[in-house]
């Protein structure tokens, strides 16, 4: 049974080719050929174990003729419009960072779904600074934990008006989830400025932006 995360990602690809990016052991390769939201997979990844194991799962389910696997790193492996979209989840935000800059002009051709583990503000900040328009987001939570989903292409997007939507866009505001992210960041912020507050060397500019970031959450009706 796939995960709720990978099950949000999937939710999201409904196209003809698709490049699973870091496809680990092909769930999402063969899930998206199992309910026909892709007729053809590309599924990808930089180390041959992981991607052996995605063999497997593939000639488990008779999928070779559609899903083919590459050994290599982020979007090298594909050609510009190779694949109509890409999937990029379940690794670090700086690591997509670098993927997406390393082979800009594959990214740019195609809609992308991204899934960081961490670095969510730093993401967002690179996309919008580098013509990557977010066209949409998406909440899940397993357990305790919050993962955002970016659906994203080639494009202009404004900049954010305030610092915090960076952390917690307000375009989020009507998910059912979004209370969880918004607790989340907060009691991590709440964390961070106390122990800044009790730190002997105070970093002042650190403290006053996490403290900011706090009176911008106050305008959120939570």
Same mark, same amino acid.
Do not use: W
């Given at each position: 049974?796939?995960?709720?995360?990978?099950?949000?990602?999937?939710?999201?690809?409904?196209?003809?080719?698709?490049?699973?990016?870091?496809?680990?052991?092909?769930?999402?390769?063969?899930?998206?050929?199992?309910?026909?939201?892709?007729?053809?997979?590309?599924?990808?990844?930089?180390?041959?174990?992981?991607?052996?194991?995605?063999?497997?799962?593939?000639?488990?389910?008779?999928?070779?003729?559609?899903?083919?696997?590459?050994?290599?790193?982020?979007?090298?492996?594909?050609?510009?419009?190779?694949?109509? %979209?890409?999937?990029?989840?379940?690794?670090?935000? /700086?690591? +997509?960072?670098?993927?997406? =800059?390393?082979? #800009?002009? !594959?990214?740019?051709?195609?809609?992308?779904?991204?899934?960081?583990?961490?670095?969510?503000?730093?993401?967002?900040?690179?996309?919008?600074?580098?013509?990557?328009?977010?066209?949409?987001?998406?909440?899940?939570?397993?357990?305790?934990?919050?993962?955002?989903?970016?659906?994203?292409?080639?494009?202009?997007?404004?900049?954010?008006?305030?610092?915090?939507?960076?952390?917690?866009?307000?375009?989020?505001?009507?998910?059912?989830?979004?209370?969880? %992210?918004?607790?989340?960041?907060?009691?991590?912020? /709440?964390? +961070?400025?106390?122990?800044? =507050?009790?730190? #002997?060397? !105070?970093?002042?500019?650190?403290?006053?932006?996490?403290?900011?970031?706090?009176?911008?959450?106050?305008?959120?009706?939570?």
């Amino acid at each position: 049974m796939l995960t709720e995360r990978l099950n949000c990602i999937i939710n999201y690809v409904n196209n003809e080719i698709v490049a699973d990016i870091g496809t680990d052991h092909g769930y999402v390769a063969t899930e998206l050929i199992k309910r026909g939201q892709a007729k053809r997979v590309i599924a990808a990844d930089v180390r041959q174990g992981p991607l052996n194991a995605a063999i497997e799962n593939i000639n488990k389910y008779g999928m070779a003729e559609v899903i083919e696997t590459r050994l290599g790193s982020g979007l090298s492996v594909i050609k510009p419009y190779e694949s109509d %979209l890409a999937v990029i989840a379940g690794m670090g935000g /700086e690591l +997509i960072i670098e993927i997406i =800059k390393e082979d #800009n002009e !594959t990214a740019r051709s195609m809609k992308l779904v991204l899934q960081p583990m961490n670095a969510q503000y730093e993401l967002r900040h690179f996309l919008i600074e580098n013509e990557f328009m977010i066209e949409q987001e998406d909440i899940v939570c397993e357990g305790n934990r919050v993962y955002n989903v970016m659906i994203v292409k080639n494009g202009h997007m404004e900049k954010f008006e305030k610092e915090i939507y960076y952390h917690i866009p307000k375009y989020l505001e009507n998910n059912p989830k979004f209370y969880m %992210l918004f607790n989340k960041k907060k009691r991590e912020f /709440e964390k +961070i400025v106390k122990g800044l =507050k009790n730190s #002997n060397n !105070t970093d002042i500019e650190r403290l006053k932006y996490y403290s900011s970031l706090l009176s911008e959450m106050e305008e959120y009706s939570i």
